[in-house]
């Protein structure tokens, strides 16, 4: 029995490679440039760790000597330029005094230029405190030398407990001496020290209140004293108006107070059948109606004199009286003719007449009742 056997064919790897790599390429626009995005991202990837490898593994430069004559070496690749306010020597950096590393740049102290704040300030005061209290009370500097606030500032040093240290203060020190050169007036003596003055301007913020006042009234003299003088004649022509204003309308109502008096003394002699004084003696009238305080003031009494002789009502004349000679007031009509109204502020003394009249009919109402 014969077999027919039919060998089978493989397919031919070079005959199927052109379309396999035909369908693994992408079929659209969109995954064609997802896959340009894939490849990208990738290739950046790499870059960047490329570079930060690189960067690590790379030396770290030494700064350029600065006291080498060949500039070229400062343009070179080989070294790191050296940084303002730095020496650089042996591939190191130094900064200048004042001055600290920060990274590969040398930046200002703090703690320096707040020391050196804090002297040129005390340098300020003490320069223009001297002169201010030479244009107050003489007693002062108008130039102090450099070498006298320095050594001043040494010793109030000394006693700062919590000073900075010495180098600090060293430095704090020079540029404080550079800063009040540029605020406060310089120059040199005949021996060359170096002599500060505070300038016109600055010196009077340190002057006391008392010395500015002083300055100001001497300065307006001649506007402050007319000034002064009117003002003080006006309160004088305001006061004298006021003392004549109280000096009449007192003398009015111890005018009617009189009126009174003597009206109810008048009335009282006649409802006894005459019997009675009508008359009072000023005098005693006079202490009677006044307090002693008012008895020292003389024109007070005069301007009642002077409204009593006015009163054609009452009657004035000279009458012997214990064998001296008195002037007496008589009340000379009889009713109440313009006084009425006014014996309403009067109506306790009306009692105080009747007591003393019974008390004494000879003498009058002020010797028999003091209280009169």
Avoid at 67 to 81: A, M, N, R, V
């Amino acid at each position: 029995m014969e077999f027919n056997t039919k060998k089978k064919k493989r397919p031919n790897p070079s005959s199927s490679s052109p379309s396999n790599l035909l369908n693994s390429l992408p079929s659209s626009k969109a995954d064609f440039f997802r896959l340009i995005s894939v490849i990208s991202i990738a290739a950046a990837v790499a870059l960047a760790c490329n570079l930060i490898a690189t960067s690590f593994n790379q030396p770290e430069k030494p700064f350029c000597d600065t006291t080498t004559s060949d500039y070229d070496d400062f343009l070179s690749d080989s070294c790191e330029p050296c940084p303002t306010n730095g020496v650089c020597y042996d591939g190191k950096l130094e900064c200048h005094p004042g001055y600290r590393m920060l990274g590969k740049l040398c930046v200002e102290d703090g703690d320096v230029n707040e020391a050196a704040r804090k002297l040129s300030k005390w340098l300020e005061v003490r320069a223009c405190e001297a002169y201010a209290q030479l244009l107050c009370s003489g007693t002062g500097k108008c130039w102090v030398s450099k070498d006298e606030l320095l050594n001043n500032l040494y010793e109030d040093k000394k006693r700062d407990k919590d000073g900075s240290k010495v180098a600090i203060y060293m430095l704090a020190k020079q540029r404080a001496v550079e800063t009040i050169r540029d605020l406060l007036e310089t120059r040199r003596d005949n021996h060359g020290i170096e002599e500060f003055k505070c300038p016109e301007l600055l010196v009077d913020h340190y002057k006391p209140l008392s010395c500015l006042v002083r300055q100001w009234i001497i300065n307006h003299a001649l506007l402050l004293v007319p000034a002064c003088a009117l003002f003080i004649g006006c309160i004088l022509i305001t006061f004298r108006v006021y003392q004549r204003h109280r000096l009449s309308v007192r003398a009015e109502q111890l005018y009617h107070e009189v009126c009174d008096i003597l009206e109810e003394k008048s009335m009282m002699s006649r409802s006894i059948g005459g019997e009675g004084e009508p008359w009072i003696v000023a005098s005693w009238l006079r202490d009677h109606l006044l307090s002693p305080k008012e008895r020292k003031d003389l024109l007070l009494w005069k301007k009642v004199e002077e409204l009593v002789q006015e009163d054609s009502r009452v009657d004035q004349y000279p009458k012997l009286v214990k064998g001296e000679s008195k002037v007496v007031w008589e009340w000379q009509v009889e009713g109440s003719i313009g006084s009425s109204g006014k014996r309403k502020t009067n109506v306790g003394s009306a009692p105080k007449l009747k007591e003393c009249m019974n008390s004494s009919n000879t003498q009058p109402l002020i010797r028999a009742d003091p209280t009169c």
